[in-house]
């Protein structure tokens, strides 16, 4: 009975054994997809069109944008500008929205010509336009040192656009101003809803998971109104959760309805950020875990305990998006409903655009 006892257990451990190794290779597996799919590093300028480039000026038609391709040396060997001065800028046109990781730049083929520093700026429309920051100020980056070595810099966080500019700030005294670019990225895989100041986006949550230890809510947003509410969750008792922008800022208000019960935690309003209605792309991060509260727009983050109140709150099974569905319900909200466009909205890791499409 003894032996037979060992070889039953045996037997689990070697099952147990071969079931980890299998976990393991599909884990292996799945990181090894995950990395490629994650790969955003490829060429996007040397595949364009002629048409896809222009500038403030060219020196002549062999000194065209055009020719601006790294490593190529057509026409003159790079663009040239007619004049050499701080108000001259290289543009490309990549087609579509695409995600931008790296860019590299060199001088004009076999000249006294190149850039010595520089300003980056992207767009959407190619009209409305934004400069890239890195530690919170305008970076200028650094340039050539002579025509034909390339520089090679991996941004510090990606850049989502259509539209690239170089704008030249510094080049070579001896010479003028020449460039030569490569630009390194994927496309840009993305869910967009607009919306017209009167409708909403609803979400019905699954009220097995809705009682969630953790809750993350996520999109991007862009907008020309300073006014308008992003989400709202409210309860049966005038609980309510609603972030809303007012006067270009964005506030998160957390209200437990019922001062009577809890008169010291009734409400709380955190504000972020300023000018949010700027028609750029906004990030915004909502984690709740436990009584924890991490607010995100954009790279500033505020962090609160929200002392329980949490525990309080009494919301529906709903979460509205771009709107209220019942106005009137919350009194002390501007009831103006978002206008403008929400891009990727998630919500614990659902697609909410995409659920929203296919249903």
């Known amino acids: 009975l003894l032996g037979a006892s060992m070889i039953v257990n045996m037997d689990s451990v ?24 994650y790969n955003c590093d490829d060429q996007l300028v040397s595949a364009l069109p002629q048409s896809s480039f222009s500038s403030s000026s060219e020196l002549s038609s062999s000194h065209s944008p055009g020719f601006a391709r790294l490593n190529r040396r057509e026409g003159a060997g790079g663009w040239s500008p007619l004049v050499s001065n701080k108000y001259q800028w290289l543009q490309i046109d990549l087609g579509e929205r695409t995600e931008i990781t790296a860019v590299a730049t060199q001088g004009g083929y076999g000249s006294s010509d190149w850039v010595t520093s520089y300003l980056l700026m992207f767009s959407d429309s190619g009209q409305n336009w934004k400069q890239y920051r890195q530690e919170e100020s305008i970076w ?9 070595s390339v520089v090679y810099y991996k941004l510090q966080h990606s850049i989502k656009a259509r539209f690239l500019r170089f704008v030249p700030l510094d080049w070579n005294p001896n010479g003028r101003i020449g460039m030569r670019i490569e630009v ?30 953790k ?13 308008g509410i992003l989400l709202h969750r409210e309860g049966q008792n005038g609980d ?15 209200n ?23 028609q750029h792309w906004h990030s915004v991060l909502i984690e709740h875990f436990n009584n924890q509260v991490n607010f995100t727009v954009d790279k500033h983050t505020h962090h609160f ?55």
């Open 14 to 37: 070697t099952e147990i054994f071969l079931q980890l190794l299998f976990l393991l290779s599909v884990h292996r597996q799945h990181m090894a997809v995950a990395g490629n799919k």
């Open 140 to 148: 200028a980056f650094s340039g050539n040192t002579n025509a034909d």
């Open 184 to 213: 390194y990225g994927c496309t840009y895989r993305s869910e967009v809803v607009g919306f017209d100041g009167k409708s909403c986006l609803i979400y019905t949550l699954n009220k097995k998971l809705s009682n969630a230890l």
């Open 256 to 278: 437990l309805g019922d001062t009577k019960t809890h008169p010291s935690n009734a409400q709380i309003n955190i504000t972020l950020g300023s000018l949010l209605d700027d």
């Open 215 to 227: 809750d993350v809510i996520s999109l991007k947003f862009k907008t020309m109104q300073s006014d």
């Open 305 to 359: 305990h929200a002392k329980g109140e949490f525990s309080y709150l009494d919301l529906d099974y709903e979460l509205s998006f771009g709107g209220i569905p019942m106005p009137g319900k919350s009194g002390t909200l501007s009831r103006r409903n978002f206008h403008g466009c929400f891009e990727n909205i998630y919500y614990n890791g659902v697609n909410i655009i995409d659920l929203a499409r296919r249903h």
């Open 240 to 254: 309510h959760i609603t972030m809303e922008l007012t006067k270009g800022k964005l506030s998160l208000l957390i």
